[in-house]
C-alpha cells in the first residue's frame, strides 16, 4: 500500500535522512527540570479524566495547557526559554550547512543504495495510480558494501 508521505527537500525523504524539526518553545519549556511533570500534567490529567478524551486527542489539551502554563511563567523564564530555541537554531543551520559541504561519504552512499528499492517503488506505484502509465527504472553504479564492484537494479 502506497503511504501518502510529502518528500523533504530535494527528495531527501526517499534516502533515508532523518526529518527533523525543532522543538516549540514551549516544548523546551515544558522538557526542562520536570516542569511538565509539576506543573502541566495534573492540568491535562483532569481534563482528559473530566471529559473522557481519547488518547488520540490528549495531544492538543496538552499542547494547549503547557503553553498556558508557560504563557504564564516570568518574562525571565520565556526570555531564557527563547535564547535557548535561538541558540538550537544556530547551531542547525551551522550543522546543516557543514553537512551540505562535506564530501561524498562512502556510507551516506551505502546508506541510500539500501533505501533506493523502496524509493523507486514508492516512486513507480505513485507514478502508475496518478497516470495509468508502467513504469519501469534500471540504474547501477559502484557499491560502496561490495569494495566498488558495479551493482545494478531494474
Known amino acids: 500500500k502506497l503511504r ?23 516544548e523546551l519549556w515544558s522538557r526542562r527540570d520536570g516542569n511538565y511533570e509539576e506543573k502541566v500534567k495534573h492540568l491535562v490529567d483532569a481534563e ?3 471529559h473522557n478524551i481519547p488518547r488520540n486527542k490528549a495531544l492538543a489539551v496538552v499542547n494547549r495547557h503547557t503553553r498556558e502554563v508557560f504563557n504564564a511563567q516570568p518574562e525571565e523564564v520565556q526570555a531564557a526559554m527563547y535564547a535557548k530555541l535561538e541558540e538550537l537554531k544556530n547551531n542547525t543551520k551551522a550543522t546543516n550547512a557543514a553537512k551540505e559541504h562535506a564530501p561524498p561519504d562512502p556510507k551516506k552512499y551505502a546508506a541510500a543504495i539500501q533505501c533506493l528499492p ?7 506505484q505513485a507514478v502508475e495510480a496518478q497516470t495509468g502509465f508502467f513504469v519501469s527504472v534500471v540504474c547501477g553504479g559502484p557499491d560502496p558494501i561490495n569494495k ?6 531494474a
Open 148 to 153: 566498488g564492484q558495479i551493482r545494478t537494479l
Open 48 to 50: 482528559v479524566a473530566a
Open 118 to 124: 523502496d524509493a523507486i517503488l514508492r516512486f513507480t
Open 4 to 26: 501518502k508521505q510529502a518528500p523533504g527537500k530535494s527528495g531527501k525523504f526517499f534516502f533515508g535522512e532523518e526529518r527533523t524539526r525543532l522543538p516549540q518553545v514551549t
